[in-house]
């Protein structure tokens, strides 16, 4: 009897501690400042949209965040917990992030910001009569996590796996009035210079992981921003702007 009792205590005593250990989790941490840029001496006034996401993103978020989604991801491998916690809380995270980073960069350019706005369509047509641009973006990022789950008798599953993020972000700077499109700029994650995957050995390792992968991305992402959101190329798109409002007033 002592012999299968004192096996069972150090079980039970093992999964106590692990259990009762303390988990350090990553914060999600999006930090980027604007390097100083030559002023614009041109008066560019553009009215800024929030990020939108893309059809594949709400449609994940709906799912995750459903009653059914709820229920079922407190039994699901990493891949589909954080699947639902990227959807639900961190491209809310990202989309925050985006509004106030590219205000900052836009200003540092030169260029003015009349206002920011929810979508294009809560701009007032006397709002968009004021502006010269109105800029929006759409996010189209997501994590590809390739799970491996081994259940262990007695102490249950164990994950490990990769993690990687895919994706594009658009930026489009249309005409206020007729919304014809003046620039169309994407960014691939795949050409920010990103660490292509990460691996991880637990399904609380999964989430640190993908933050710090989050956390990496994201200046990295501004800096594409500060290239591509050349100012010079919308000076030279502002007779083409001019006319466009001519026609439309």
Request: with cysteine.
């Amino acid at each position: 009897m002592k012999k299968i009792f004192y096996p069972v205590i150090l079980i039970i005593s093992v999964l106590f501690i692990f259990g009762c250990s303390q988990k350090n989790y990553t914060m999600l941490n999006l930090e980027y400042s604007p390097e100083t840029a030559k002023v614009s001496k041109g008066k560019i006034k553009i009215a800024l949209c929030k990020p939108g996401y893309s059809k594949t993103t709400v449609a994940n978020n709906r799912m995750s965040n459903s009653f059914l989604g709820a229920m079922m991801i407190k039994q699901m491998p990493p891949d589909y917990r954080l699947k639902k916690k990227y959807s639900s809380d961190y491209v809310q995270t990202i989309q925050n992030s985006l509004v106030a980073d590219t205000q900052k960069l836009l200003q540092s350019k030169g260029l003015k910001i009349y206002k920011t706005f929810n979508s294009y369509d809560e701009i007032t047509y006397s709002e968009k009569k004021k502006v010269d641009l109105i800029l929006e973006q759409v996010i189209d990022i997501n994590p590809v996590i390739r799970n491996n789950r081994t259940n262990i008798p007695i102490i249950g599953p164990k994950d490990k796996g990769t993690i990687q993020l895919t994706g594009k972000i658009k930026i489009i700077l249309s005409e206020p009035v007729s919304k014809e499109r003046i620039m169309i700029k994407t960014i691939d994650i795949s050409s920010i210079g990103l660490q292509s995957s990460v691996s991880y050995d637990s399904a609380d390792d999964a989430e640190n992981k993908l933050v710090e992968l989050l956390n990496n991305m994201y200046p990295a992402l501004m800096k594409k921003y500060e290239i591509v959101l050349d100012v010079e190329e919308i000076n030279i798109a502002k007779k083409d702007i001019m006319r466009l409002k001519a026609k439309n007033s």
